[in-house]
């Protein structure tokens, strides 16, 4: 069994605000093994961004932040804020859903690069880190890499933009690097683009991964495994063949289903499936399985009970119907 990176182990947490409290994730498990990719799907407000921030304690203050257990790299960790900022930019690094967020519009695309090295490798020159900057960016398909250093932020389309992040995020050399619905704010053809970025990139790199997506065609591409989370739970994990070809949770089943071909040409006569219901108020969160009131296949029990965990061939999944 590979090693883990990163363990974490039943992890909560709940935003407090105008006299209630919403309970946003729910007891969530997460196991990163040394080199693997692990892909975290859901719907939007499912509570995948909120996995990544809690990792990197960016939740916003009113996030009320525990669990079980957690470690990274061999070591017991809290998570706490202190102890999140030293590993932030050096052990674990993030590309975000916009780039824009992560780059400085006054400061030329070259000492970015630059700068966010100096933390990892405090006694290279400037000239050694350009030059690495530089490698990097032209390895990752940025045409005139030497000449685009120049350039400022906004000279550069949304694709490239995206580049210099994942150029950025690769400079550092992090042990975990995590990608916040790393194509969402990029159109479909770009979109194609940054995803073989990131595929190369997954075949060059020795860093594990953690991919945060609501298209299970992107994690199918890029992930090893997959964690599918509804409202704030863990509902099935597994190798992500297994889970796209045989998913056990009737969720799972159900977002597949709604999983649309983003390259296919779209057909105007055809409905998309979509799943009805909506997701429970966070404050009131039910007794029995969360996804009950929206389950095709729910039995009384399911209302009034916590599912049942099951594992099978290297699949976990929380429903109280027997595998098929
Ligand atoms: N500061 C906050 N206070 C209260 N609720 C919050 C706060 N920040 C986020 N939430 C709630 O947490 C829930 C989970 O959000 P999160 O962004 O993690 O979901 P997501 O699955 O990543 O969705 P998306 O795909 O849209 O990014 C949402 O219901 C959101 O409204």
Redesign the pocket.
Same mark, same amino acid.
């Given at each position: 069994m590979t090693e883990a990176l990163l363990t974490i182990e039943n992890l909560n947490v709940s935003?407090r605000?105008s006299g209630r409290v919403?309970h946003?994730l729910d007891g969530v498990d997460i196991m990163i093994g040394r080199g693997q990719s692990v892909g975290l799907v859901? /719907?939007?407000?499912?509570?995948?961004?909120?996995v990544a921030f809690a990792l990197l304690s960016l939740l916003?203050d009113?996030?009320e932040v525990s669990a079980r257990r957690a470690a990274f790299d061999g070591r017991e960790t809290n998570f706490g804020a202190r102890e999140t900022a030293a590993l932030r930019g050096t052990d674990i690094a993030m590309i975000f859903q916009d780039p824009m967020t992560a780059l400085n519009p006054l400061f030329t695309i070259g000492t970015q690069l630059v700068d966010i090295q100096r933390q990892r490798f405090p006694n290279e020159n400037r000239r050694a880190l350009w030059a690495r900057a530089e490698s990097v960016l032209a390895d990752i398909g940025v045409p005139d890499a030497a000449g685009r250093m120049h350039r400022y932020p906004h000279e550069f389309s949304g694709g490239m933009r995206q580049r210099v992040v994942i150029a950025m995020a690769l400079l550092v050399e992090p042990k975990l690097l995590i990608a916040d /619905?790393p194509t969402t704010a990029l159109d479909a053809t770009i979109e194609a683009q940054v995803v073989e970025v990131l595929h190369r990139l997954r075949q060059r790199t020795s860093a594990s991964m953690l991919i945060?997506s609501?298209s299970m065609g992107l994690i199918a591409e890029l992930c090893d495994s997959v964690v599918v989370?509804y409202a704030g739970t863990v509902v099935e994990s597994g190798p992500v063949g297994a889970v796209l070809h045989r998913p056990r949770h009737p969720y799972t089943r159900a977002l597949l289903a709604c999983e649309i071909d983003p390259y296919a040409a779209l057909d105007p006569t055809q409905d998309l499936a979509t799943i009805p219901g909506s997701v429970p108020d966070?404050a009131r969160r039910p007794p029995g399985c969360i996804f009950a009131s929206r389950c095709p296949a729910r039995h009384d029990r399911c209302s009034d009970r916590p599912p049942r965990r099951q594992a099978r061939d290297g699949q976990a999944y929380s429903c109280w119907l027997e595998a098929a």
């Open positions: 935003y605000g919403a946003i859901g /719907e939007s407000g499912s509570g995948k961004s909120t916003a009113n996030a /619905e945060v609501h989370m966070p």
